[in-house]
């Protein structure tokens, strides 16, 4: 029963790779397939977030040892910033997650993931284990160790805190303690239904002392050089490195293609020793399997009589090669063996198949129209046999394939009724407890949705029988970037949006609210009603609607009523259909460097009455690396207008009450740089000019001033957000007027209290506000007012961009104060 639980597992995780309709491969890749398949060895690298792993070291191993390699990253990096929009929190990790995806499609490695959140910057591994809980994540570690079976595992970490982050040691601890209980047959006992204990052949640290300093001590490392030239891609490890990390489009981590020798240092830890190279005393060869003459032999004859200008001619060694798979004893290497010769076979016969939906979405029990795709390229007898979806036939004719020539045949299927709507099975509910709450473990076995329809196509290779397994997608041509692949989406008949993730009520005024109703199918009709707690007042009770076409979107106007005392409460929307409560919404992902994300959250928003005393007037917001501070402020009664940094040499600028710059203005465009002395007169002339944090390393610095008076950006933070915040200067107009600032307007902050604090500032500046992390010495920098001329200069790494589309009521009292500033004579 095992081992067929096995092959189920196996075939699961194989579908990531054909989660988009592969590519024709070069005559070059398919000699570096037929590399990969004469070798029997696998190596895991762990680190804590995307971005974090040695991308070098992964293409080096991927494609220059050709062993079987693959990252986990313990999170998805949901704690980090968005430098390409305002998606944050869980749906930055959708992004981030993506990310990885592209980066190893370049270095060739595979991708796993477990389910610990990124709650935000972590100074210690005690704290990053207090809120993920140790043995959770260790769990997750084990049965990736157990699934992948990797006979060398690499941390890109140290256990004794020298990568800084938390949870980078947390990551090099993990790694320690799975180690040993992977191999324990009394840890995670839970697993062993699917998985079988693994010892892993050793335990290696990707030391990275030389990286701080070039001169360090490397005595007791095993060096290797991965800069080398791989000609049959045609770059070096370095290079394919530049453009892997370079798809971490949202961190800003474009790379350079390094061209020369780059050496990795390589502590041993745990297991048999390694000396001179790290895969001592391991057999990284096929011959390491145990299987029949005739497997060895037909492998060996595809290798040898290759010819990059016919690969065809292999087909019949490669065809026998794979019926001999059967005879390999390790049903592990068994699979992956099928896999590979699988694709090389298809690859040598130029053979291409794909099934594709007339439509981007369906809902469960409506009727798709589809089509399947096929051609062979090659003078090697092709056959399509027949066609599955989800394990129900399609009425299709047995046709042998004509050489260059598209066959092409049109379907009808009906999608089941029991189909749960798509999207990132991480995201179906929201995360418990520092993890994200899965409904199966083994879901960790894909890194991401691979596709929520699949077919499968029964083909006949020279006569014998090959069976390939596609997701059914969707396939348009974009006008700037051509041809284009989505998968199928399964969602609900009625999608419920509200316009805003958060309602702010200044005072005692109803507020109304739009509410946008579209239909996931053709004729549907209900009744939407917005529900809260009992206190809510809403008008009207309910709408009723009828909508006659799919995708076509109808506008509900409610008004909603505060409460009669500062609080914050949730409104849900929900769509009576039938014997349905349609209650999710839709976030759609549109990144060009990813593919489209459709995510259905509940249709849900936050409601924040404030104890606050209301203002208006004209406020300029200069766009940064992308945050919704912005939304904020307009409904507390501003009027934003939301400029480039070209806007400022067309406006007058003396019309502003206050100025701010979204967060990392300064580091995402730096003409900001050339504005700084028309926004100092500004300053000068009575204006509030409110300077959101920024960056500033030796990666990289801040180009020039960003203000008036002088100071220094850090990276000082604090990331516990129920860190006591003490009043410093309590007198201190902005933390008077209009609202008077108190301890408890710091209560109900999430992920941190601020980042990228300052110090070192002019005397001009004062600092009302002073806190730390437990156990360190207190912080002044997360706010600084420096009066100047008229006007007022405000820097603070307060982390406005995370509490304001929360809805953080001690957020929006002091955010106005900031904004009201101006009106206290300097």
Same mark, same amino acid.
Not at 56 to 78: F, P, Q, W
Not at 350 to 377: K, L
Not at 523 to 530: D, F, P, Q, W
């Given at each position: 029963?095992?081992?067929?639980?096995?092959?189920?597992? %196996?075939?699961?995780?194989?579908?990531?790779?054909?989660?988009?309709?592969?590519?024709?491969?070069?005559?070059?890749?398919?000699?570096?397939? #037929?590399?990969?398949?004469?070798?029997?060895?696998?190596?895991?690298?762990?680190?804590?977030?995307?971005? +974090? $792993? !040695?991308? *070098?070291? #992964?293409?080096?191993?991927?494609?220059?040892?050709?062993?079987?390699?693959?990252?986990?990253?313990?999170?998805? @990096?949901?704690?980090?910033?968005?430098?390409?929009?305002?998606?944050?929190?869980?749906? #930055?990790?959708?992004?981030?997650?993506?990310?990885?995806?592209?980066?190893?499609?370049?270095?060739?490695?595979?991708?796993?993931?477990?389910?610990?959140?990124?709650?935000?910057?972590?100074?210690?591994? $005690?704290?990053?284990?207090?809120?993920?809980?140790?043995?959770?994540?260790?769990?997750?570690?084990?049965?990736?160790?157990?699934?992948? /079976?990797?006979?060398?595992?690499?941390?890109?970490?140290?256990?004794?805190?020298?990568?800084?982050?938390?949870?980078?040691?947390?990551?090099?601890?993990?790694?320690? +303690?799975?180690?040993?209980?992977?191999?324990?047959?009394?840890? =995670?006992?839970?697993?062993?239904?699917?998985?079988?204990?693994?010892?892993?052949?050793?335990?290696?640290?990707?030391?990275?002392?030389? %990286?701080?300093?070039?001169?360090?001590?490397?005595?007791?490392?095993?060096?290797?050089?991965?800069?080398?030239?791989?000609?049959?891609?045609?770059?070096?490890?370095?290079?394919?490195?530049?453009?892997?990390?370079?798809?971490?489009?949202?961190?800003?981590?474009?790379?350079?293609?390094? /061209?020369?020798?780059?050496?990795?240092?390589? /502590?041993?830890?745990?297991?048999?020793?390694?000396?001179?190279?790290?895969?001592?005393?391991?057999?990284?060869?096929?011959?390491?399997?145990?299987?029949?003459?005739?497997?060895?032999?037909?492998?060996?004859?595809?290798?040898?009589?290759?010819?990059?200008?016919?690969?065809?001619?292999?087909?019949?060694?490669?065809?026998?090669?794979?019926?001999?798979?059967?005879?390999?004893?390790?049903?592990?290497?068994? $699979?992956?063996? *099928? /896999?590979?010769?699988?694709?090389?076979?298809?690859?040598?016969?130029?053979?291409?198949?794909?099934? !594709?939906?007339?439509?981007?979405?369906?809902?469960?029990? $409506?009727?798709?129209?589809?089509?399947?795709?096929?051609?062979?390229?090659?003078?090697?007898?092709?056959?399509?046999?027949?066609?599955?979806?989800?394990?129900?036939?399609?009425?299709?004719?047995?046709?042998?394939?004509?050489?260059?020539?598209?066959?092409?045949?049109?379907?009808?299927?009906?999608?089941?009724?029991d189909l749960t709507f798509s999207g990132p099975y991480w995201l179906q509910s929201e995360p418990v407890d520092g993890l994200?709450?899965?409904?199966?473990?083994?879901?960790?076995?894909?890194?991401?949705?691979?596709?929520?329809? %699949?077919?499968?196509?029964?083909?006949? &290779?020279?006569?014998?029988?090959?069976?390939? *397994?596609?997701?059914?997608?969707?396939?348009?041509?974009?006008?700037? *970037?051509?041809?284009?692949?989505?998968?199928?989406?399964?969602?609900?008949?009625?999608?419920?949006?509200?316009?805003?993730?958060?309602?702010?009520?200044?005072?005692?005024?109803?507020?109304?609210?739009?509410?946008?109703?579209?239909?996931?199918?053709?004729?549907?009709?209900?009744?939407?009603?917005?529900?809260?707690?009992?206190?809510?007042?809403?008008?009207?009770?309910?709408?009723?609607?009828?909508?006659?076409?799919?995708?076509?979107?109808?506008?509900?106007?409610?008004? &909603?009523?505060?409460?009669?005392?500062?609080?914050?409460?949730?409104?849900?929307?929900?769509?009576?259909?039938?014997?349905?409560?349609?209650?999710?919404?839709?976030?759609k992902l549109n990144y060009d460097h990813i593919p489209i994300q459709m995510v259905f959250p509940e249709a849900k928003i936050?409601?924040?009455?404030?104890?606050?005393?209301?203002?208006?007037?004209?406020?300029?917001?200069?766009?940064?690396?992308?945050?919704?501070?912005?939304?904020?402020?307009?409904? #507390? @009664?501003?009027?934003?207008?939301?400029?480039?940094?070209?806007?400022?040499?067309?406006? +007058?600028?003396?019309?502003?009450?206050? &100025?701010?710059?979204?967060?990392?203005?300064?580091?995402?465009?730096?003409?900001? =740089?050339?504005?700084?002395?028309?926004?100092?007169?500004?300053?000068?002339?009575?204006?509030?000019?409110?300077?959101?944090?920024?960056?500033?390393?030796?990666?990289?610095?801040?180009?020039?001033?960003?203000?008036?008076?002088?100071?220094?950006?850090?990276?000082?933070?604090?990331?516990?957000?129920?860190?006591?915040?003490?009043?410093?200067?309590?007198?201190?107009?902005?933390?008077?007027?209009?609202?008077k600032i108190t301890s408890e307007d710091f209560d109900g902050w999430i992920q941190e209290r601020g980042l990228y604090f300052?110090?070192?500032?002019?005397?001009?500046?004062?600092?009302?506000?002073?806190?730390?992390?437990?156990?360190?010495?207190?912080?002044?920098?997360?706010?600084?007012?420096?009066?100047?001329?008229?006007?007022?200069?405000?820097?603070?790494?307060?982390?406005?961009?995370?509490?304001?589309?929360?809805?953080?009521?001690?957020?929006?009292?002091?955010?106005?104060?900031?904004?009201?500033?101006?009106?206290?004579?300097?």
């Amino acid at each position: 029963m095992r081992q067929v639980l096995f092959f189920l597992i %196996f075939l699961l995780a194989q579908q990531i790779l054909v989660a988009q309709p592969q590519g024709s491969h070069s005559a070059s890749d398919i000699q570096l397939m #037929l590399k990969k398949l004469n070798t029997a060895a696998t190596v895991l690298y762990v680190a804590a977030h995307p971005d +974090d $792993e !040695n991308t *070098r070291l #992964l293409s080096y191993l991927a494609n220059e040892r050709c062993v079987k390699t693959a990252y986990i990253s313990l999170t998805r @990096g949901d704690g980090g910033q968005n430098l390409i929009g305002q998606d944050i929190g869980p749906l #930055l990790g959708l992004i981030r997650s993506n990310e990885l995806m592209a980066a190893r499609k370049v270095d060739k490695a595979e991708q796993f993931f477990t389910r610990a959140y990124d709650f935000g910057y972590s100074k210690s591994p $005690e704290e990053t284990f207090n809120i993920w809980g140790r043995e959770n994540v260790l769990d997750d570690l084990v049965y990736i160790i157990r699934y992948f /079976k990797p006979d060398l595992i690499i941390t890109r970490f140290a256990t004794d805190g020298s990568g800084g982050h938390g949870h980078h040691t947390a990551s090099a601890i993990l790694a320690e +303690d799975a180690f040993e209980a992977a191999a324990d047959p009394g840890r =995670f006992t839970h697993q062993l239904d699917r998985v079988d204990v693994w010892q892993a052949h050793a335990l290696l640290y990707n030391n990275a002392a030389r %990286f701080r300093n070039p001169n360090a001590d490397m005595s007791g490392n095993i060096p290797i050089n991965v800069g080398k030239y791989n000609p049959l891609i045609g770059r070096s490890y370095g290079e394919i490195a530049g453009l892997s990390r370079s798809m971490h489009k949202s961190q800003g981590f474009g790379s350079s293609q390094y /061209k020369g020798e780059i050496m990795e240092y390589f /502590k041993p830890l745990m297991g048999y020793p390694v000396e001179d190279d790290i895969f001592d005393r391991l057999e990284t060869d096929l011959r390491r399997l145990k299987a029949s003459i005739a497997f060895f032999t037909a492998v060996d004859d595809a290798l040898n009589q290759y010819n990059p200008e016919a690969p065809h001619e292999i087909v019949e060694h490669l065809l026998i090669a794979y019926e001999e798979t059967s005879s390999i004893q390790d049903q592990y290497w068994r $699979e992956i063996k *099928r /896999k590979e010769l699988e694709d090389l076979i298809l690859a040598c016969t130029g053979t291409w198949v794909e099934v !594709n939906a007339s439509d981007p979405t369906s809902t469960a029990g $409506e009727n798709i129209n589809v089509s399947a795709e096929a051609i062979t390229r090659s003078p090697i007898n092709v056959a399509l046999e027949g066609i599955k979806i989800e394990g129900e036939a399609v009425e299709v004719d047995k046709e042998e394939l004509e050489t260059g020539q598209v066959y092409r045949r049109e379907f009808s299927y009906k999608v089941s009724d029991d189909l749960t709507f798509s999207g990132p099975y991480w995201l179906q509910s929201e995360p418990v407890d520092g993890l994200f709450n899965i409904s199966s473990q083994h879901l960790l076995e894909n890194p991401i949705d691979d596709g929520h329809l %699949f077919a499968d196509i029964q083909l006949s &290779i020279k006569g014998k029988p090959l069976s390939i *397994r596609r997701p059914i997608t969707y396939r348009w041509v974009d006008p700037v *970037r051509g041809q284009q692949y989505r998968l199928l989406e399964i969602i609900p008949e009625a999608i419920v949006n509200f316009t805003e993730s958060v309602i702010i009520f200044p005072d005692d005024s109803p507020v109304s609210t739009r509410v946008t109703v579209k239909a996931g199918k053709d004729s549907i009709g209900g009744r939407l009603k917005l529900i809260g707690d009992s206190n809510l007042r809403v008008e009207p009770e309910y709408v009723d609607f009828s909508i006659d076409k799919k995708d076509k979107e109808q506008y509900f106007e409610f008004l &909603i009523y505060p409460s009669d005392q500062a609080d914050i409460r949730q409104v849900k929307a929900v769509v009576e259909y039938k014997d349905k409560n349609l209650d999710r919404s839709l976030v759609k992902l549109n990144y060009d460097h990813i593919p489209i994300q459709m995510v259905f959250p509940e249709a849900k928003i936050k409601l924040v009455t404030l104890d606050i005393k209301p203002k208006s007037g004209d406020i300029g917001y200069i766009k940064g690396a992308g945050d919704d501070v912005a939304s904020g402020i307009r409904q #507390l @009664g501003y009027k934003v207008d939301e400029m480039q940094v070209s806007d400022l040499d067309k406006n +007058d600028l003396s019309g502003y009450k206050a &100025i701010l710059t979204g967060v990392r203005a300064f580091n995402t465009n730096e003409d900001l =740089f050339a504005k700084v002395e028309k926004l100092n007169q500004y300053i000068e002339e009575g204006g509030v000019l409110i300077v959101q944090y920024n960056t500033n390393s030796w990666a990289g610095p801040l180009k020039g001033p960003i203000g008036p008076i002088p100071f220094n950006v850090t990276r000082a933070r604090v990331t516990d957000e129920t860190a006591e915040v003490i009043i410093e200067n309590p007198e201190h107009a902005v933390l008077n007027v209009p609202n008077k600032i108190t301890s408890e307007d710091f209560d109900g902050w999430i992920q941190e209290r601020g980042l990228y604090f300052a110090d070192e500032w002019d005397d001009d500046f004062v600092a009302p506000l002073a806190m730390a992390d437990p156990g360190e010495d207190l912080l002044k920098g997360s706010l600084i007012i420096a009066p100047y001329g008229k006007g007022y200069y405000i820097y603070t790494g307060l982390s406005f961009f995370r509490q304001i589309p929360n809805g953080t009521p001690g957020a929006f009292r002091l955010l106005s104060n900031l904004l009201e500033m101006g009106q206290i004579e300097p």
